[in-house]
């Protein structure tokens, strides 16, 4: 194969396909973290943070270096970028010593942008946008308890909350990718935008799956395979959460909506959580809940994405499986 620069800035940048592959790639992390060693050197991805983070940072770090790289961890207040140096020359400086760039921030067209002058392989790690590394993790959790990669497509997930987030946005995307019958639910004011459902509508049809964006959280819920929350607040809101909270409350996953799941339902959540506000208690450290193998699974999903996009840049197969 010959080598080609492939980006990860939202969950349609993958094909069925190639979802597939590194989700399968995931897995064989899962069972040996040393797996592939791709940046064995090492070679250095810079990985940086516009937004606070822990698991993103945490399994980028830990990730890179068992990947055998060097992982270059900047964030905004420590860098030019933070002071308004051109993402543009950002990613020409960045580009010429990385092997890869990995970087959470806050406008979608900043990791676009980035990746239009990079000549290494750029990873959204959360924008306003999307999170589709995130939902990797999610994806592979589900394939980790519910029979295998190959049995993700024709299953139904629910997402409950704010469903004008990324996190709505990434699953209804990377769901429809999957093949997947996918379920937003949201009140009206937070639901997604019509240019993501529609791609999502468009991607669905083409591999099986379906789409619905409802009003009705138990009508989202009814019969899924997994259910998935959000804060209902993001980053930097938290202060206006009495105001940003009222209109989610009927949204709230308790054991009454877990009820109308299918009895083995999983529950997920990306974290942070705020118990008692978007999920009980009972739900988030109950039976069905699996939040800490989803946690886990972010490191093993990040690296098979990472060797994956090196894989196809150095048209090594060896790296694709
Ligand atoms: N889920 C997630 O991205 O967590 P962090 O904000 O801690 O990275």
């Not at 698991?55 to 961890?73: D, M, Q, W």
């Not at 049809?205 to 959280?217: K, R």
Request: charged fraction near 20%; glycine fraction near 8%; charge should be negative.
């Amino acid at each position: 194969m010959t080598g080609q620069l492939r980006h990860m800035l939202r969950d349609d940048d993958l094909n069925h396909a190639e979802q597939l592959q590194v989700l399968e790639l995931g897995m064989k992390f899962r069972e040996n973290r040393f797996y592939r060693q791709p940046f064995a050197g090492p070679q250095a991805v810079a990985v940086l943070f516009d937004k606070p983070s822990t698991r993103t940072r945490s399994s980028f770090s830990i990730g890179v270096a068992e990947l055998g790289g060097y992982p270059l961890v900047i964030d905004k207040s420590g860098s030019q970028l933070g002071r308004g140096e051109p993402v543009a020359d950002t990613a020409r400086v960045l580009t010429r010593m990385a092997y890869g760039i990995v970087w959470r921030t806050f406008g979608q067209d900043r990791v676009e942008a980035m990746a239009k002058y990079a000549t290494c392989p750029v990873v959204n790690a959360l924008t306003d946008d999307f999170h589709p590394c995130q939902v990797l993790a999610d994806f592979l959790t589900i394939a980790q308890f519910r029979g295998g990669v190959k049995a993700l497509a024709g299953k139904t997930i629910a997402y409950v909350g704010d469903a004008a987030n990324n996190m709505a946005n990434s699953y209804l995307l990377a769901g429809a990718v999957a093949g997947m019958h996918v379920r937003v639910a949201g009140p009206y004011g937070y639901l997604p935008r019509k240019d993501i459902v529609d791609d999502a509508e468009r991607l669905a049809a083409e591999n099986g799956g379906s789409i619905l964006v409802t009003t009705d959280p138990r009508e989202a819920v009814a019969g899924a395979d997994c259910v998935f929350t959000d804060t209902w607040v993001s980053m930097g809101e938290e202060a206006e959460y009495a105001i940003r909270s009222k209109p989610f409350w009927d949204y709230q996953v308790n054991d009454d909506l877990m009820a109308l799941a299918q009895p083995d339902a999983l529950f997920q959540h990306c974290l942070p959580a705020y118990r008692g506000k978007e999920v009980t208690t009972s739900v988030i450290d109950g039976p069905q809940s699996v939040v800490w193998d989803e946690a886990e699974n972010r490191l093993h999903a990040q690296k098979a994405l990472l060797t994956w996009l090196v894989g196809q840049q150095r048209g090594d197969e060896s790296l694709l499986a």
